[in-house]
């Protein structure tokens, strides 16, 4: 009885084992459902910030725009983005989508049968890869999309400012992430770290200091362990011996008060060595060593650095600091302000081809230097680094590695020549996808410029990676020295390559030298033409480059509620926008029977005081001109438009008006102004298109409700983009 009692519990006991385990492996076999989104949706729009979506077939199609190249600003279409990268094909299928920080610049390109464009900058961007859960990350079954609740104001009047002090602080947080964004390293972290929530997002994207600082108990670095600056090159290359390497070490996490420290020291000890009181000091591991243990140890309790530099101020082979001056430093003696008259940022693509010669390229050294002195190089001017090519580019410094000529100089001085081929068109691909960057110094705020010096003619084709760089922003000029002579130019690869890689074939972009020995003679015509801010066409954006008026109904039919949200709706499309005196600028006019300036181009020039303007904005209410707006608008607002500014008319209305839209519109269009038309509710087609530059399909918006006039913010500024992108360049 006993033995069938035991037996019969152990056969319960099994079987409820065996009941338990396959519940298990059901669940572990649970398949995650992934949602379905349509061809036309934008990363945007979906508030994941991670997640994973199947695409339907036939998204392969032009009018799913998409912008950039592997990685993607978020208002480009999330399926034909996965089928430019390669990801799936026009039958649709899974994709992983990774929300990433903005960039300052998108590169379009032509890839598994879809044409991407160019984009200078937008505030968010992401990635596709394959449609595979990463261990780890949990992912949606249910995507969760932005609704117009968050911008419409028609039941709570008070809502629009809410949402103009939401923008200041995304402003704020947007200049904030882009101050501590280290470029690739953020972006890799990004990749690889899970992000099940937008708060997970938000901390990924800032690398912690605890990855880059120094322990504490670091004592004086040797000389041969002093970690040198990268160099970034697009394919192996020998290693070359480091140009001031330990002036940038360890910034990233050095304190702004700490790094004043560090430069002040960096600075007397050049000082010290223009009086001749050092010679030997510069570029020796010594000066290495000495730099680095200021990084290391500034602001520390630790005193044995600071004794390294304390001796007598007589002797000649070191400079004395005490340990109250590295406290309180005084680094405005020392900063070089430089030319504020031209504030560029500026990439020198030196040859470096054997075709050259060593003799010649001593000329060509002695040339960037004298440059160097006449630009006046410093914080609050040009700016300037410098990429050798042969067969392949390297960078030889960056924007942010010399702040002042005479340091620019002495670091030419010492570049060696590296051989190969004449390569101009790998070099300019190079340059756009990696020499401005935040991380190297680009200031966002200062035109790319790019010099090109060729020895001959280049052994690549230019013309393709010349179109990308300047779809970025660059302006490209050419030095050429020495062109084919009539027997030669049968062996050019490219013939006539300077005008098909510069902004303008004017003449203004190039400059063609007889011979290396008189190259001296350009120094100052060239630093003319690139100190020439207002001529700079390549800088022009579709985000920087114009006037934009709004005409905004104001008629009875609108309603307070509405009307704020009109309001709202304009604040965002302007915050898109790079808003100051030389980029765009912003004015606005209200109309009912009469006109009303609520502000002019030359009233505002920062972005927030335009955003606090359009807030105060009042209803007025009355009837429906339209017509008698447009050229009030011409007259009061775009008959004061800048000339090298495109003049951009954004009008919206929510009726039929009561006097002839079309001769307005018509006379408009004739003085250069692209006008857009937003129609709401009631307003009537036929209207909307005779107001519309042509063609009107695409300068023209009809919504049915106020409160989905946000879903019409980034068509605009696409629309916007890419006719600016379309204009012929000579």
């Known amino acids: 009885m006993r033995a069938t009692v035991i037996a019969t519990f152990f056969g319960v006991f099994l079987t409820c084992t065996y009941t338990a385990k396959e519940a298990t492996k059901k669940t572990k076999k649970a398949k995650l459902y992934v949602p379905q ?68 610049g998108y590169r379009g390109s032509f890839s598994n049968g879809v044409r991407s464009l160019s984009l200078p900058r937008w505030r968010e961007s992401f990635l596709v890869s394959e449609g595979k859960p990463r261990k780890g990350v949990t992912y949606p079954s249910t995507l969760e999309y932005s609704s117009s609740k968050s911008t419409a104001v028609k039941s709570e009047p008070k809502k629009p400012e809410q949402d103009l002090k939401g923008m200041k602080s995304a ?91 560090v ?77 504020q008259n031209c504030k560029v940022d500026l990439s020198f693509l030196m040859d470096g081809s054997w075709s050259i010669g060593k003799r010649r390229f001593q000329l060509q050294k002695r040339f960037l230097g004298n440059v160097a002195q006449a630009l006046g190089i ?15 580019p390297s960078t030889e410094f960056n924007l942010k590695t010399y702040a002042n000529s005479k340091d620019l100089r002495n670091a030419i001085e010492k570049i060696q020549q590296k051989g190969g081929l004449s390569n101009v068109g790998k070099a300019l691909s190079f340059v756009n996808k990696n020499f401005f960057l935040d991380a190297n110094g680009n200031r966002g705020g200062a035109p790319n410029v790019v010099v090109v010096m060729v020895d001959g003619w280049p052994t690549d084709r230019v013309e393709e990676a010349s179109r990308l760089a300047r779809e970025s922003g660059i302006n490209i000029f050419f030095v050429t020295v020495e062109a084919a002579a009539q027997s030669e130019k049968q062996n050019v690869v490219e013939p006539n390559f300077v005008d098909k890689a510069v902004c303008r074939t004017s003449g203004f972009y190039s400059i063609n030298v007889p011979s290396w020995f008189s190259l001296h003679k350009v120094v100052q015509p060239l630093v003319k033409r690139v100190c020439d801010t207002e001529r700079l066409a390549c800088s022009k954006t579709c985000l920087n480059a114009a006037d934009i008026g709004f005409v905004i109904d104001g008629s009875s039919s609108v309603g307070t509620g509405n009307f704020r949200t009109v309001l709202q709706f304009v604040a965002n499309i302007s915050k898109e926008f790079e808003i100051s005196d030389t980029d765009t600028r912003i004015g606005a006019v209200q109309y009912t029977y009469e006109q009303r300036l609520e502000f002019s181009f030359d009233k505002y020039s920062t972005k927030q005081d335009v955003l606090n303007a359009i807030k105060r904005i009042s209803y007025w209410s009355g009837g429906t001109s339209t017509g008698a707006a447009i050229s009030y608008a011409s007259e009061q607002l775009f008959s004061k438009s800048k000339p090298n500014k495109r003049k951009i008319m954004i009008l919206i209305t929510d009726g039929r008006s009561y006097d002839d839209v079309s001769v307005p519109a018509m006379a408009a269009h004739q003085n250069g102004v692209i006008a857009y038309s937003i129609g709401v509710a009631w307003a009537a087609p036929d209207e909307l298109e005779a107001i519309a530059s042509d063609p009107a399909k695409e300068h023209s918006f009809f919504v049915d409700d106020f409160d989905n006039l946000y879903r019409y913010v980034n068509q605009l500024i696409q629309n916007i983009c890419t006719e600016f992108n379309s204009q012929p360049r000579n």
């Open 171 to 261: 402003d704020t947080s947007n200049t904030s992430e882009k101050a501590s964004d280290q470029g690739d390293t953020a972006r890799k972290e990004r990749q690889t770290t899970p992000v099940p929530t937008p708060g997970t997002e938000m901390a990924t994207t800032t690398p912690t200091p605890t990855t880059t600082t120094t322990e504490p108990s670091t004592t004086v670095p040797q000389p041969t362990t002093t970690p040198a600056a990268p160099r970034t090159t697009a394919a192996p290359a020998k290693a070359r011996p480091g140009l001031h390497r330990g002036r940038d070490m360890g910034s990233s996490s050095v304190h702004p008060a700490y790094a004043s420290v």
């Open 37 to 104: 989104i349509d061809c036309d949706v934008k990363a945007g729009k979906i508030i994941n910030p991670e997640f994973i979506a199947k695409c339907p077939p036939g998204c392969q199609d032009v009018k799913h725009r998409v912008y950039g190249t592997d990685i993607y600003a978020s208002f480009s279409s999330v399926c034909n983005a996965a089928i430019h990268s390669g990801i799936i094909d026009n039958s649709g299928g899974k994709v992983l989508v990774q929300k990433v920080a903005g960039h300052s």
């Open 263 to 339: 430069a002040a020291a960096a600075r007397q000890v050049q000082a010290a060595q223009g009086r001749g009181q050092n010679t030997a000091f510069r570029g020796t591991s010594t000066s290495a060593s000495n730099r680095n243990i200021l990084l290391h140890n500034t602001g520390a309790q630790h005193q044995e650095p600071v004794a390294t530099f304390q001796s007598a101020a007589s002797s000649p082979a070191h400079l004395g600091f005490s340990s109250k001056e590295e406290l309180n430093p005084k680094p405005l003696e020392f900063i070089s302000q430089g030319n």
């Open 378 to 392: 410093g914080s609050a001017g040009p700016l300037m680094g410098i990429v050798q090519y042969g067969d392949d």
